[in-house]
């Protein structure tokens, strides 16, 4: 009899762990992963320095890469589900992915089967009903509605779609760093506020300097 309640015990055991051990790690999409350097992600998409764009200089560093992913080769042409990401870095380090899938990869896919999808890698969703902010993406606006959230304490990753485009797409952060990004982008806009009119007189004067010794120089070879 002990020996038949041990191993129910252990049954229902499996059974409540099962969905946690079919999880996978909230913090890694595709072959990438948050907490990356820059330089990984660069290496791995074949990017340069120069195709990074930067937000804002402090008091943290906030940077910006977009991705589009190449066409899979092989015999039979397939595109890519994904049609664009965006990388989102703080000093450095990628805090932040949003996902954008091509239109036609998702065409006729109800938000039930999108999320049975994400499930089988991630393990179960739990669905809610509001509005997030998003980092600005060209082909999203502002808003964007959730249709469902995967997390931990650590991670949140979610599937959002357009309000105004009907497009799908993910947005996975790290909570933590997530958190630090905003607060350093808050104060970096309020320093843009603050400095503004000492930098619009700075960069006038030097456009007059600019100028005046453009001047200076064509007076002297000028002929007429």
């Known amino acids: 009899m002990k020996t038949i309640r041990s191993s129910i015990l252990c049954l229902v055991v499996l059974l409540l762990l099962a969905p946690l051990l079919r999880a996978q790690d909230l913090s890694k999409y595709r072959h990438f992963a948050l907490g990356m350097s820059l330089t990984r992600v660069l290496n791995r998409t074949e990017r340069q320095m120069a195709d990074v764009k930067v937000l804002h200089g402090r008091p943290a560093l906030i940077q910006e890469l977009t991705w589009w992913p190449p066409n899979l080769p092989g015999a039979s042409f397939q595109a890519d589900t994904v049609e664009q990401m ?18 036609t990869s998702t065409e006729g896919l109800t938000p039930e089967d999108m999320v049975k999808s994400i499930s089988a890698r991630y393990g179960p969703a739990t669905n809610v009903v509001l509005e997030i902010d998003s980092a600005k993406i060209d082909s999203y606006d502002a808003k964007q509605k959730l249709v469902a959230t995967w997390e931990d304490s650590q991670y949140s990753f ?21 958190g630090e990004a905003e607060l350093a982008i808050a104060e970096a806009v309020k320093l843009d506020k603050q400095e503004g009119p000492q930098r619009e007189a700075e960069r006038q004067k030097k456009q007059t300097d600019d100028l005046e010794t453009t001047r200076q120089k064509n007076r002297k070879i000028f002929r007429p």
């Open 86 to 103: 965006l990388f989102s870095f703080q000093n450095g380090e990628l805090y932040k992915m949003s996902v954008t899938y091509d239109r």
């Open 158 to 178: 979610n599937l959002v779609r357009s309000s105004f485009s009907d497009v799908l797409g993910l947005v996975i952060y790290s909570k933590r760093a997530n």
